[in-house]
């Protein structure tokens, strides 16, 4: 009863918070307390997305509407980043700034909640950790692992992964 009621707790914390995370950035200071309901919200999403991955074949899975657009748009805007492996100081270096926000910036108001903060596994061979987590906008997410999942590098997921989120569920 009260694991139930904490869940509770919890569930009408984060209603609130993502209602809160829907205001202008402008209206925040370095809150901490809003800070960690980003983390929280990122981290969720990453653990439903490998769920996903470890579930299904990639080669399927349908991201947003848009995925042909925003596949096409990044592999014309970044015809030979590796996807497999990312650097995370090639995306976020003065240089890699100045390429990708003209191509995030496109997608605004096309891709909901496009510059979100969302968690990237840096190796695609890999499960979300700390060691192995970006933290980078949502459309920067969505392109990279379009790649991965229509380029064939999510494809070892499922078979490296699945019995772990056997085990996991029961």
Known sequence: MVQKFESIKTADQLLAGSSVLSRPAEEFDNDPSVEAMWAIKAMEHAEVYFNILCSVDPKFLKLTPHDDQIYKTFRDVFPDLKVDKINEDELKSDQGKMKWRPFCEQFKG?????????????????????????????????????????????????????????????
Request: aromatic share 10%; with cysteine; glycine share 6%.
């Open 110 to 170: 096309i891709v909901e909640d496009y510059c979100f903060g969302t968690l990237l596994r840096a190796d695609c061979e890999g499960d979300y950790s700390e060691a192995n987590s970006v933290l980078i906008t949502r459309i920067q997410f969505y392109a990279i692992e379009l790649a991965r999942n229509r380029e064939g590098l999510n494809d070892g997921i499922r078979k490296k992964y699945k019995s772990k989120q056997t085990v996991k569920e029961s």
